[in-house]
């Protein structure tokens, strides 16, 4: 009633007043999204930190409260050197992947200023790497790491004469076999951002450079990224976590082997759940996983830029 | 060399799956087979197990993307129309979702499932499924229903047609191919769902084929290859020509609405 008689009083609130009257309550529309993700997202989480708490299994016996699963999950001696194992894996792979991404970007998009032939192509075949689902990424990538003198790289090497690496079963040489996999997977999406952001970034800025006699490295350093700064450190946050929380391409891949040499944080933690049914322990792993996801975006989003637009 | 980086893999599978066993200890110097056979397509393509696997990774992608487009749809629609409080956070919350690794939830998930018979069914995987890919998926959605002017929808408004007249009207039309490409993302999504249909389906007949080629691959050795990298081949390429098809619209939707977060 009263909204009514001021609204008519002026023309402006009479405009919005209009809108407000359609203006709906938005509550239904996102009624399926909210009952979706609270009940298959939200209230296993809240599940997942009350399990922490007990000494629940797979196996169903008795539960009870305690404290006794967190402290003796997190004095593991291995846990230290699957903390270990996960972030040369994570960091490596971001590190490749951002640097890849953003290389390949460039270069598509030079070629497609100079309309080279190719560039099409090397585009493609990077995407199509990315729509490999992991398992089969795991599984093509053990081929071609196949240590007998057939495999697909090593009688490549023999090709060119560099004798046979044994990918799979050098504890050493292992984690870098699993980091090429994942970066053959993963280059893409930081290409797509990369991609997209560099062709965002205002020509005149180029156009500028060239008047001030700019090489192409200068150009580089000194335009391309710092306009891309935005972009890489939210493409940053996306594929650590993506990263962090790999586990299918490395377990068609190496099962986490030889020993431990590639067991990451993702994939002791379900071999904890479902291969000893330690379902309390498997919780408190879960959210250590979260709490390390949480820190990384928060210490990538300190060096965001302030008050940009989100 | 990037052409070279990224391409190998899928030509060293292709090459495998062509050549018959003896080839197969060749190595690269036989890289073109000798006598390309497509032997082992017939071998996998016939067995019973692997159509089940591919049917079954079609229905669980294809019923979840659907499912997906139910929930996101008007979620977006409002996100992208409608002012209330708080919009931005949401959209943030939304997107903080994703940070989660599913292995967390499926713990519980586990449970639950099991409880209620849900386990060994499809309409149970479907669930989580579309559970893990509609944060992405809405915010696809709002990305193209942004791109879609304002000043037609308000018109309509004026007109006296109702939110859910303009939505289904005005909005779905014009949004239909961001609702594509966010179908077949979330298609490609559910096909190479690994960890969810592993610990949720054990029978083999409702096995999707990311489950069944990982168990097939523990079941094979360095002489049957050639059969692994057809079966590998058969898994990949569905996905593969899905995203060709429609690469571009997959893209802009991609750059315009998920990406610039």
Avoid at chain 1, 30 to 50: A, E, H, Q, S, W
Avoid at chain 1, 210 to 221: C, M, S
Avoid at chain 2, 174 to 187: C, D, Q, R, T
């Amino acid at each position: 009633m009263m909204d009514a008689s001021i609204a008519a009083k002026s023309p402006r609130r009479l405009g919005r007043r209009t809108a407000g009257r359609h203006s709906p309550f938005p509550l239904p529309w996102l009624m399926p999204l909210i009952l979706v993700l609270g009940v298959f997202y939200l209230y296993p989480l809240l599940d997942v930190f009350r399990f922490a708490f007990t000494n629940v299994s797979l196996l169903g016996r008795d539960e009870e409260y305690t404290l006794q699963t967190i402290v003796s999950t997190l004095s593991k001696p291995e846990l230290l050197q699957i903390l270990w194992v996960t972030f040369v894996f994570t960091a490596s792979s971001v590190v490749a992947q951002q640097f890849f991404g953003l290389f390949i970007a460039l270069i598509v998009l030079h070629g497609e200023k100079r309309r080279l032939f190719g560039t099409t192509i090397v585009r493609t075949t990077a995407l199509v790497a990315w729509v490999v689902p992991g398992i089969a990424g795991g599984i093509i990538w053990k081929m071609l790491f196949n240590e007998a003198p057939f495999g697909g790289l090593n009688s490549l090497l023999r090709v060119i004469g560099v004798p046979a690496v044994q990918w799979l079963s050098d504890p050493h040489m292992v984690m870098w076999s699993v980091v090429i996999s994942n970066v053959w997977r993963g280059t893409a999406f930081s290409m797509v951002v990369m991609y997209a952001a560099s062709k965002a970034i205002d020509p005149v800025l180029y156009e500028a450079a060239d008047v001030d006699g700019a090489n192409p490295w200068q150009r580089l350093i000194y335009i391309t990224l710092p306009q891309l700064r935005t972009a890489i450190l939210v493409n940053m946050i996306l594929i650590t976590i993506q990263t962090l929380n790999t586990f299918d391409a490395i377990i068609s891949l190496t099962g986490g082997g030889p020993g431990r040499a590639t067991e990451v944080l993702s994939l002791y933690t379900f071999n904890v759940v479902f291969r000893n049914y330690d379902l309390a322990a498997g919780a408190v792993l879960s959210i250590l996983m979260l709490a390390i996801s949480l820190g990384l975006a928060l210490v990538y989003a300190r060096f965001l830029p302030k008050g940009e637009p989100s | 060399m990037t052409f070279l980086f990224f391409a190998w893999p899928l030509l060293w599978l292709l090459s495998l799956a062509l050549r018959t066993r003896r080839e197969i200890f060749l190595g690269v110097s036989r890289f073109i087979p000798k006598a390309p056979t497509l032997e082992n397509f017939a071998a996998i393509l016939s067995s019973d197990k692997f159509a089940g696997y591919l049917w079954n990774a079609l229905v669980l992608s294809s019923c979840s993307a659907i499912g997906c487009l139910i929930v996101a749809l008007p979620a977006a629609y409002a996100f992208s129309r409608f002012p209330f409080r708080g919009k931005g956070p949401w959209m943030m919350v939304l997107l903080a979702f994703q940070m989660i690794s599913p292995l967390v939830i499926m713990v519980p998930l586990y449970r639950y499932m099991a409880a209620l018979h849900l386990t060994d069914s499809h309409f149970g995987a479907t669930m989580v499924y579309i559970a893990l890919a509609v944060p992405m998926v809405t915010w696809i959605l709002k990305g193209s229903i942004d791109g879609i002017p304002k000043s037609l929808d308000e018109a309509a408004l004026i007109d006296g047609c109702s939110h859910f007249a303009v939505f289904w009207r005005i909005i779905l039309p014009l949004s239909a191919p961001g609702i594509a490409s966010a179908f077949i993302i979330s298609v490609i999504a559910g096909w190479s769902q690994f960890l969810v249909p592993f610990l949720l389906i054990s029978k083999e007949s409702l096995t999707p084929i990311g489950v069944g080629i990982f168990q097939y691959a523990g079941t094979q050795n360095d002489s049957s290859l050639q059969l692994l990298a057809a079966a590998c081949l058969v898994s990949v390429v569905p996905a593969i020509i899905a995203f060709l098809t429609l690469q571009r619209l997959i893209l802009g939707a991609m750059t315009e609405g998920a990406v610039k977060g």
